[in-house]
């Protein structure tokens, strides 16, 4: 047992020295934790949790390289667990099931708990997540889940129920320049020992591109550093202020400026799964910049889907449903603009189609706003649920069919083009109903002129 324990020992070394520099760098306490100081600083719930040794199963959802397994792993350390991971887009029932026995072995043999971490949760089926449900219930196991994904829509209810649910946010980029110094200074983990120097404008780029994934990063500062080629001569002298290290300035050291750092990170993949929950985070920004009268924010996003590969056709009626929806009288002519960049997008395809799609956002963002059409039909519709089919004014109802007049029907009714304005004042809603109004302008761009053409053909303010 002790000889297999020791060349367990020397393979983990042995995978941690060549590890990449994101996996070298993982926190290994609560405390070197960078970012996420919302739930997992000192005094937060998470942070006491794991102090006092009182961790129920997790949830932690999040974008890419904000720390999830991180935190699993620390939590795992705090708490002397024994950690097992599996991923769920590889993993199978039998994988499940060894984990679990695993985890009853240990548990049998020590008492030590185990902490199955389980990466991209949401692909499990019901019936996967199920399968955990009583482990988790009788403490075999403390579950930690990771998703990319809004968990309440794609974990079942049971495992909900059952866990806490922490989101992490993207690491700002003061904090991820923070771990690129330390990264170029650590000797231990990091790569000081290849005597690297970086520029503060270098630190500044990588952190501002890497939209908040400190992998991202981490693995751009190795990539410039590793194919770097160090300087002729010794620097001679520690860099003054603008410049993180070298470890040792009487060797050559590794410069690392702006434009190596420009080259060695690439373009970051905008997070944006047409079929996840961030689709419905960028294109409910873009309506509500749209309606807030935002045209920068409205295109910036625009921008984001068209990027990511949205179809031009599924955004351009989202236009369309704003200038109806928010705009509406106050402007008619935003639906008219909208529905035909709706058609031309269609007709004309990508690039040139953003152009239709920006010009028709813009529009609609800079377009004076009304939500009294939508009120409008919203309470109109709330009325026939709650009242059902009132009966239509007689003098309203259809008086060309045979036999119409012995019941009454369209007798009294009054030809609106025969009187002054082309308007007459006649019941026009049922009875029930008489005096209630649904459409209500509220004084906004072309709205200010139907309220006056009210004023003028009623004789009072509507």
């Known amino acids: 047992m002790d000889q297999i324990n020791l060349f367990d020992y020397m393979s983990d070394k042995t995978k941690e020295s060549e590890s990449p520099l994101a996996a070298r760098m993982r926190p290994r306490t609560p405390d070197e934790i ?59 029932k039998k994988d499940m099931e060894d984990a679990v026995n695993e985890a009853k072995s240990i548990l049998a043999m020590n008492s030590q708990k185990t902490i199955l971490f389980i990466d991209e949760i949401h692909r499990f089926n019901k019936g996967q997540q199920d399968f955990l449900l009583p482990f988790v219930e009788d403490g075999t196991v403390t579950l930690i889940g990771a998703t990319t994904e809004n968990p309440y829509f794609e974990v079942n209810g049971a495992l909900i129920s059952r866990s806490m649910i922490f989101e992490l946010k993207p690491i700002n980029a003061e904090n991820i320049e923070k771990l690129l110094r330390i990264a170029v200074t650590d000797n231990e983990r990091g790569m000081a020992s290849y005597n690297p120097y970086i520029d503060d404008e270098a630190v500044s780029f990588i952190a501002d591109v890497s939209g908040g994934d400190a992998r991202h990063a981490l693995n ?170 009132l009966p239509i004014p007689p003098h309203l109802q259809d008086a060309h069919y045979k036999g119409a007049a012995k019941l009454g029907h369209g007798l009294g009714y009054q030809y609106a083009h025969d009187f002054p304005n082309h308007y007459v004042r006649q019941q026009y809603l049922p009875y029930e109903l008489d005096g209630r109004e649904f459409f209500r302008p509220d004084g906004q761009g072309y709205e200010i002129k139907i309220k006056d053409h009210f004023k003028k053909i009623k004789g009072k303010e509507n």
């Open 220 to 389: 751009a500062l190795e990539l410039a550093i590793l194919t770097t080629e160090p300087d002729k001569e010794p620097l001679g002298e520690k860099p003054g202020a603008g410049v993180t290290g070298p470890a040792d300035p009487s060797r050559c050291g590794i410069h690392i400026d702006l434009e190596v750092a420009q080259e060695c990170i690439q373009r970051k993949a905008v997070r944006y799964d047409k079929t996840g929950d961030n689709h419905y985070d960028t294109i409910s920004a873009f309506i509500k910049s749209m309606r807030g009268s935002d045209p920068d924010a409205a295109v910036y996003y625009l921008a984001r889907m068209l990027d990511a590969g949205e179809q031009v056709s599924f955004i351009a009626r989202r236009i369309v449903i704003c200038a109806a929806e928010d705009v509406g009288m106050a402007d008619p002519q935003a639906l008219v603009v909208a529905n035909a960049a709706f058609e031309a997008v269609i007709k004309v395809g990508m690039p040139e189609a953003q152009i239709i799609l920006s010009e028709a956002a813009v529009y609609v963002a800079t377009a004076p706003k009304s939500n009294a059409s939508y009120v409008a039909i919203a309470e109109a519709a709330e009325e026939v649920r709650n009242s059902g089919s």
């Open 34 to 92: 960078v970012g996420q100081e919302d739930i997992i600083a000192p005094g937060k719930l998470l942070y006491r949790a794991i102090m006092a040794d009182k961790i129920s199963s997790l949830i932690l959802y999040g974008p890419p390289g904000t720390g999830k397994t991180t935190i699993a792993k620390v939590i795992a350390g705090a708490t002397r667990s024994r950690f097992i991971s599996i991923n769920a887009t590889t993993a199978g």
